[in-house]
């Protein structure tokens, strides 16, 4: 069984994917820390990730593992573990933008549809449902209001010692929203199959009694 969640950034698609993995069993894959660890790798490397002829040298030998620590999940990139560093605001928006890129995209999606064959899982991202599994079981997408989702992201990274301001997180989820829906290679889109969840007004423990409920019909 497959689960597809998608959405934007702060819809909170992440937190109930978790949940939702924990509470039937299954495995999690988080597919926005894969690109988020190719970004940080690459920016490490002195590369420029809005220009593909610096991204694309780092693909050749590239070597990503994937798995789980102490409920965590950990992703490394050529023996170097990314993930104290992948959620830094700086690395959001590299993400988006190294993601444009179709040959990252191929090569991730390679590694995302290998686990989804092997086991039952939850899949979150922004192209789970449209692109990396068209024929998964269930798909939802997650969305809200960009102010909240501002204002999560930022309890977020202040409970992290990041102190960015309201303004600047907001900016930057905006036009985050706009890279990942305007891209031309397996953009953000709503799947007509999906099942459409605005979590604005919702709490985290709603919105699991609802899929769950979907999932159990």
Request: net charge neutral; glycine share 6%.
């Amino acid at each position: 069984m497959n689960i597809a969640i998608d959405g934007p950034g702060g819809s909170g698609k992440s937190t109930i994917a978790k949940i939702l993995a924990k509470t039937l069993r299954i495995a999690y894959l988080d597919t926005g820390a894969m690109y988020r660890a190719i970004a940080y790798y690459a920016l490490k490397k002195g590369a420029d990730v809005t220009d593909e002829s610096t991204v694309l040298p780092l693909l050749t030998d590239m070597d990503m593992k994937v798995w789980e620590e102490n409920g965590v999940q950990q992703v490394s990139v050529n023996g170097i573990n990314t993930t104290p560093f992948i959620r830094e605001n700086r690395i959001s928006m590299a993400a988006s933008t190294v993601s444009k890129i179709p040959a990252v995209r191929i090569k991730l999606v390679e590694l995302q549809r290998n686990v989804a064959q092997k086991c039952d899982c939850v899949l979150d991202g922004r192209d789970i449902g449209s692109y990396v599994l068209p024929n998964a079981d269930y798909k939802f997408y997650m969305t809200a209001d960009s102010r909240v989702r501002a204002q999560r992201r930022q309890s977020e990274l202040h409970a992290k010692g990041q102190d960015i301001s309201f303004e600047e997180i907001l900016a930057d989820i905006e036009k985050r929203d706009l890279q990942d829906k305007t891209r031309s290679f397996a953009p953000l889109v709503i799947c007509p199959d999906a099942v459409v969840i605005d979590t604005t007004n919702l709490t985290i423990e709603e919105v699991t009694a609802k899929i769950l409920a979907l999932l159990c019909k």
